[in-house]
């Protein structure tokens, strides 16, 4: 069946890079596009960027050039790198997968990264 | 960006009931609107796509309906699994944007 599931640090320092793996199972990342989605505590969900099936990525431009995402399709793995960390970075972040349909049909659970000074 | 304008914030009902949900988007987006359900401990749940259709496997309960700039999610017969968060989201352009969210309380 269809899985994904995001690993990451639980705490990240002020101005650190953060990285987060995104392990997908019952798809190819060559025929699925996966999406990156972030929420901070009781607040709501923004999209921070795509890998294409095809290998492209796009960005929210609110992450300037502090995102890259890259793959690792052998080992059907999508990567998130984000740089210079602030407080306010402090979120639970998604990997979801992303279809002809052009919304989510499955999500990861996410992961949980608080950002410490 | 296009604002995701979501309501109630809060929504308090019992099983049983019907509810609705409301989404204004700032612009245009066409049909292009989904709605997720959030609960502690699960994966998010797509539950509507393109406005009105529903997506495999979830209960015919669950409608929605709306295009251009407001759309409604319904929910009839409330059944206690239904009750958490949900979410709007635009998938006409990018960046993909949200709503706030509506949480759905037991009365």
């Known amino acids: 069946q269809v899985q994904l599931k995001e690993t990451g640090p639980d705490l990240v320092q002020l101005t650190q890079t953060l990285s987060i793996t995104c392990t997908v199972s019952g798809f190819s990342l060559t025929t699925y596009n996966v999406h990156w989605v972030r929420q901070p505590p009781g607040k709501g969900l923004e999209w921070m960027g795509a890998m294409w099936n095809g290998g492209g990525t796009d960005y929210n431009s609110a992450f300037k050039s502090r995102l890259s995402i890259s793959r690792d399709t052998s080992k059907s793995q999508v990567f998130l790198k984000m740089n210079s960390l602030q407080t306010d970075d402090t979120a639970k972040y998604f990997c979801?997968?992303?279809?002809?349909?052009?919304?989510?049909?499955?999500w990861g659970q996410g992961v949980m990264v608080t950002v410490s000074s | 960006d296009v604002q995701m304008t979501q309501s109630p914030y809060n929504l308090a009902a019992s099983p049983g009931e019907s509810v609705s949900i409301n989404c204004k988007a700032s612009k245009s987006i066409s049909k292009y609107l989904a709605w997720y359900q959030q609960k502690p401990g699960k994966a998010n749940k797509l539950l509507i796509y393109d406005g009105s259709t529903l997506q495999s496997g979830i209960p015919s309960r669950f409608s929605g309906s709306g295009s251009g700039t407001d759309f409604t999610l319904t929910i009839r017969s409330l059944e206690p699994e239904d009750f958490g968060l949900y979410y709007c989201?635009?998938?006409?352009?990018?960046?993909?944007?949200f709503g706030a969210g509506t949480k759905l309380e037991l009365k």
């Open positions: 989201q635009q998938h006409n352009e990018y960046p993909y944007t």
């Open positions: 979801a997968r992303h279809g002809a349909t052009r919304v989510y049909d499955y």
